[in-house]
Each structure stands twice: as C-alpha cells, then as structure tokens.
C-alpha cells in the first residue's frame, strides 16, 4: 500500500518557487515525513524531514498541515541542477526503511 | 569523507555468470542497505544490515541473490547466475542510528548492471 500520493510531474521556471505537494491521509502520530530527491544518474539525496512543525534548511522548507495528512516541499529559488525527481516518503520512528514511491519529476525551465 | 562507494559502476555480463557487486559504507555508520531500481519497479530496498548482521531480507528477489557484510567496511551483493531481468542500476546506501530524530541515508553513485 502506497502510504504518500504525489503528482507524477511538474514544471517550474528557474528563479521562481517550486512547491511540491504530498499527501500522507493515513499517517501515524509516529511517522515522520521524509523528502529525498534524486537527480539524474545520481542516489537519492536527503532533503529535509518532519513530524509535525514547519521545517526549513539551507535546501527547502517543508510545510506540514495541521492534520498531518498532507505536505508541502517549498524550493524557495529553483534552478536548473533542482531538476530531478522528488519523494515524500513516510517513516515511522523506529523503522529503518525507507519505501520510495514513484516521486514527482520536477523540470526546471529557464 | 569520499561518502558511500561503490564498485564497479558499470558491469555487463552474460546471462548465467555471477556478477559481485561491492559496497564500502560511511565510516563509523552502522546501517547499511542495499536497493535495486529499474523503470518498472523503481527504487527496492532489497536488504539491510545493522553492526554487519542482516536484518531484513525481505526485498531479496529470489535465492539466486546474496549478501554479506564481513566486516563494518565492506559489503558486496552477488548474483549467481544472473539473469537479464536483473538489469538494474543497485544502490548501497549506509546511515547512524538516528540521533535527535534525524535519520539520513546516504546513498552511493551505484552500479549500473547490463545483463545480455
């Protein structure tokens, strides 16, 4: 059972705000939200991750909603070498997988 | 640190030889995994290791798919004899026990295997 539904792709342009949605309905009060992305020909990359607070890095800010059933991963500036697919990926706190689903293809366009 | 390396990046092979592939993790991480990725199944966890010892196998296809962790630098994914269904790009990846709720994988660049 797939535990996250993100949009299969998207298109943003260089210097604006890329927001990627993610929703997680049937998340528990343990489970952390996690985003990796991976760019082409590339593992995948650590982005950001939380449990129920807004969250922001020198990366993303990821933004929770106050049910937890859905998220936003908010790449402030986006450029070209942001291309890459995008997952959001639920993780409860003492399991040591991760499941990645099938992501969200962000292009960057100049 | 040189990150999680992988060997070889590339390997292509005959249907029914053994292929090896090998995986040196993040000094002083003690989690290590392996995942398989294709177009049609993306990314697999396919095992992972804890202090050298498996933990959950679960995602290993079929017997002809073996791991092992000798020690806590080296681990290596064989596949005896391989097929060409098992044309995959595999991952290692290794992490630390997580620390103030932090858990962060880090995955190598992988090994792309052709299998013909």
């Known amino acids: 059972d797939a535990k996250t539904t993100q949009p299969t792709s998207m298109d943003c342009a260089e210097g604006r705000a890329a927001n990627l949605p993610c929703n997680h309905s049937t998340i528990s009060g343990n489970e952390y939200v996690y985003w990796y992305r991976q760019i082409h020909s590339q593992g995948p990359q650590y982005i950001i991750h939380?449990?129920?607070n807004n969250e922001t890095n020198e990366m993303a800010s990821l933004i929770i909603t106050e049910d937890r059933k859905s998220s936003t991963l908010i790449l402030p500036h986006a450029t070209l070498r942001d291309t890459a697919v995008y997952y959001c990926?639920?993780?409860?706190?003492?399991?040591?997988?991760?499941?990645f689903g099938a992501g969200t293809t962000v292009t960057v366009r100049a | 640190d040189a990150g999680v390396i992988q060997s070889p990046r590339h390997e292509v092979t005959e249907m029914g030889q053994e292929v090896t592939l090998r995986c040196k993790p993040i000094s002083g991480h003690d989690y290590l995994f392996w995942y398989r990725q294709t177009m049609m199944r993306g990314l697999e966890l396919l095992i992972y290791f804890n202090n050298n010892v498996p933990i959950d196998d679960s995602g290993m296809p079929e017997d002809r798919f073996s791991a092992k962790m000798p020690n806590a630098s080296f681990s290596t994914l064989k596949i005896q004899p391989s097929e060409p269904r098992d044309s995959a790009v595999y991952f290692c990846?290794?992490?630390?026990?997580?620390?103030?709720?932090?858990?962060?994988?880090?995955f190598g660049p992988g090994t792309r295997l052709t299998v013909t």
């Open positions: 990846a290794s992490t630390l026990s997580p620390s103030g709720g932090i858990y962060e994988q880090y």
């Open positions: 939380g449990l129920k």
């Open positions: 990926i639920v993780r409860a706190a003492n399991d040591y997988k991760l499941s």
